[in-house]
């Protein structure tokens, strides 16, 4: 739900969403300047869409692979031209799983 209204997204049109901790995320699209406000929380998310290619980066960032150009640094550079920053306490297996999702995506 967006703006009281329920919205239809495409999946590749997901960059990355963003949790707020108020019950609220902040979905941010390709293409578009302005993030989404969309009613959940970034958990619930992550059970919808973890098998479709989103990685948790960190508490507050999941990202759709799609989307990412690579991992390096602790930090996931996106085509959109954002960098966030990755988890250092499952960095490696975040790492992997992207990696592993690429190769299949060849």
Request: with cysteine; hydrophobic share 35%; net charge positive.
């Amino acid at each position: 739900k967006a703006r009281g209204e329920d919205v239809l997204l495409q999946l590749k049109d997901i960059v990355y969403i963003e949790g707020t901790g108020h019950r609220m995320v902040l979905v941010h699209l390709m293409g578009e300047e302005n993030p989404l406000e969309c009613s959940g929380k970034l958990a619930e998310f992550e059970d919808r869409l973890k098998n479709d290619g989103f990685l948790r980066l960190q508490r507050s960032f999941l990202a759709n692979a799609r989307h990412i150009k690579k991992i390096s640094g602790y930090t996931a550079f996106l085509d959109n031209g954002d960098e966030l920053k990755v988890t250092d306490k499952n960095y490696n297996q975040l790492r992997d799983s992207f990696l592993t999702w690429k190769g299949k995506k060849l």
